[in-house]
């Protein structure tokens, strides 16, 4: 009941912040609903990466998108909840093995979010800032706080009777949709901080002007090998000011934003693939 709770406070109060800084910055907020001209009747955010893998959101910022056409997505974003920090690892596993491969294959993407509610372990929560992951963090001490302003105290021991579990069921079942908008209306002053500082971040992420761009056309000589002792001489006996025979390979592109983080280069194989990555990336 908790998490459904808080995936009502995500689809209502978090989802208007969310469209907030969409209309602001000019882009579409791709939520849990119906937009069947870009995916039929599927009402799930749903985003392929390059593998070809499925994978399922809560939000997606589109550069581009309207409800008629799909647009370059700039960020990522996933909710969920939990009660004890046990089995931590593996969520944490689960969500990163959704938005890591989804940001590698959608380049235009500058924002991968986690919206952590409940008991998360600290290396959990850690592990996912390592990745390049901004997490909010909703305490379970925030959430109980926001039901107690009701007179209920879900902070119910894990091996509870079920006498008491029944009852608090009951007293969670007998706040009216008024009682449970005051309590996400609790709950988003108690988390005021630390959601400002979260969309702060978004917002920085997703309208920061390029301030570099770098470009190169990489020509060179190729050795194929099946040892490292036949690379290792190979790279010995190069003679870089020998520039006969070098064949073009590839162009490279690194775009670096006015706020220090950079979309590493990648290798394109001519001018059309070039073009269009760069493409991605026009207003």
């Known amino acids: 009941m908790v998490g459904d709770f808080f995936q009502r406070f995500v689809d209502t109060i978090l989802a ?16 849990q609903g119906l937009r069947s001209a870009v995916r039929g009747n599927l009402k ?4 392929k990466d390059n593998q070809g ?4 959101l809560d939000f997606v910022l589109e550069r581009g998108g309207s409800t008629e056409k799909p647009g370059r997505p700039v960020a990522f974003l ?7 920090t046990k089995q931590t690892r593996n969520e944490v596993n689960e969500i990163e093995g959704a938005l890591l491969p989804l940001r590698e294959s959608h380049r235009t993407c500058r924002f991968c979010g986690v919206i952590a509610a409940g008991k998360w372990s600290q290396p959990g929560l850690e592990q996912f800032r390592s990745h390049g992951i901004e997490v909010l963090h909703i305490s379970y001490e925030a959430l109980i706080a926001a039901f107690q302003i009701k007179g209920v105290n879900l902070d119910y ?9 029944r009852a608090l069921v009951k007293a969670v079942e007998e706040l009216s949709a008024k009682d449970m908008t005051e309590v996400a209306v609790a709950l988003e002053a108690a988390v005021e901080e630390g959601l400002k500082n979260f969309l702060i971040t978004l917002e920085a992420s997703v309208t920061t002007e390029i301030a570099l761009i770098l470009i190169g056309g990489v020509f060179g000589r190729r050795a194929e090998v099946s040892t490292i002792r036949e690379a290792v001489d ?3 006996a190069f003679d870089a000011a020998d ?13 670096r934003f006015k ?25």
Do not use: C
Request: aromatic share 12%; hydrophobic share 40%.
């Open 78 to 84: 996933e909710a969920a909840w939990r009660r004890y």
């Open 243 to 255: 520039l006969s025979g070098l064949e073009f390979n590839n162009f490279e592109v690194l775009l």
């Open 234 to 236: 190979w790279i010995q």
């Open 53 to 56: 893998n499925n994978h399922d």
């Open 157 to 165: 021991a894990e091996k509870a009777s079920p006498a008491v579990k």
């Open 44 to 47: 799930k955010v749903r985003w």
């Open 16 to 31: 208007a912040r969310l469209e907030k800084l969409a209309t602001e910055q000019n882009l579409y907020l791709d939520r």
């Open 259 to 283: 706020d220090g983080r950079e979309i590493v280069g990648r290798s394109f194989p001519n001018k059309e693939s070039a073009v269009q990555f760069l493409e991605q990336f026009m207003s």
